[in-house]
C-alpha cells in the first residue's frame, strides 16, 4: 500500500477533533450517540481511467452502484454543532469481457472487476435548530424534536482495485489468466445532509445522503493509467442510539 505523511496526520486529527467533542460535551447537551446506516453508494466515475475501461470492457461505472454499510460514533459541541467519527464499508464486483476481442473459438473472454472500500472520516455537523428544545416557563424541561443537520468532513478512504480473470495478450497473441491489483489510502473529503426522528428518548431513524470526493493517482500494477476517481453520492437509513 501507498503511504505518505498526510494519511499519518489525518489519523490523528480524526482523534484530536473525537476527544475534543467529548471533552467539550456537559449537561443536557452532553448526549453521544451511536449510528448505524445501511444504504447505497453511487460511484462518480469521472476519470480517464474508468473511461479508457469502459471503452475497452463491457463495463459501466453504474455496474458498482452496492450497498454500504456505516458506523458513527457523535460527541456534541453544543445544542447546535456535533463531532461525527465514521467507517464505512463498500465492496462490489463486476463482471465483464472485452469490446471488441473474442477467443480462437468465437467466445466471449470474460474477468472480473472489484472494488473495495473503507473510509475512515471526522465532520463537523451543524444543527440549525439545535438538537433539543427548551419546554416550560424557566425553559427546565429539555425535549428531544426531529433533528436536521448539514456537514462536512474530511478523511482516509483505504481501498483496493483488482481485475483477475481472463486477458489478451497482445505480444504472444492469445489468451491468459491473470490478476491485476491496486490498493492504498487516498485523502477524501466529503458534505453532508441528513436528518434524524426521534421514536424514544434514546432512539431515532435516520435518513442521510453525502457526497464524497475521492481521486487517488493508480500505482502497482495499473501504474501509469492515470487516477482513480472513487468519489460518489451515498443515500443511507438507519438508526441512531443516545446514552
Known amino acids: 500500500m501507498r503511504y505518505s505523511a498526510r494519511f ?15 471533552a467539550m460535551a456537559s449537561g ?31 463495463i459501466d461505472v453504474g455496474d458498482f452502484d452496492g450497498a454500504m454499510v456505516g458506523f458513527t460514533y457523535l460527541s456534541p459541541v453544543s445544542n447546535n454543532m456535533e463531532v461525527g467519527l465514521n467507517v464505512d464499508f463498500y465492496n462490489e464486483t463486476v463482471l465483464s469481457a472485452y469490446r471488441d476481442y473474442t477467443d480462437v473459438d468465437g467466445f466471449r473472454i470474460f474477468h472480473d ?27 427546565q424541561v429539555m ?43 487516498a485523502f477524501t473529503a466529503h458534505a453532508l445532509a441528513g436528518v434524524e426522528l426521534p421514536v424514544s428518548p434514546d432512539l431515532g431513524l435516520l435518513i442521510e445522503g453525502k457526497y464524497t470526493w475521492v481521486d487517488e493517482e493508480l500505482g502497482s500494477d495499473f501504474a501509469g493509467l492515470g487516477n482513480l476517481d472513487l468519489g460518489g453520492t451515498s443515500i443511507s437509513v438507519g438508526l441512531s442510539y443516545s446514552f
Open 8 to 22: 499519518l496526520i489525518i489519523p490523528a486529527i480524526l482523534i484530536v477533533l473525537a476527544a475534543t467533542g467529548s
Open 28 to 58: 443536557p447537551m452532553g448526549e453521544r450517540a451511536f449510528q448505524f446506516k445501511f444504504g447505497g453508494f453511487f460511484p462518480e466515475g469521472d476519470s480517464d481511467f474508468w473511461a479508457e475501461t469502459e471503452d475497452v470492457f463491457t
Open 113 to 139: 472487476t472489484s472494488l473495495s472500500m473503507v473510509p475512515l472520516s471526522v465532520d463537523v455537523r451543524f444543527l440549525p435548530a439545535g438538537r433539543y428544545g427548551a419546554r416550560g416557563s424557566r425553559g
Open 143 to 185: 425535549v428531544r424534536r426531529p433533528v436536521f443537520y448539514l456537514g462536512g468532513g474530511i478523511g482516509v478512504n483505504f481501498f483496493e482495485y483488482e481485475e483477475v480473470g481472463d486477458f489478451v495478450d497482445f505480444e504472444l497473441d492469445e489468451v491468459v489468466f491473470d490478476r491485476f491489483r491496486d490498493s492504498g489510502a
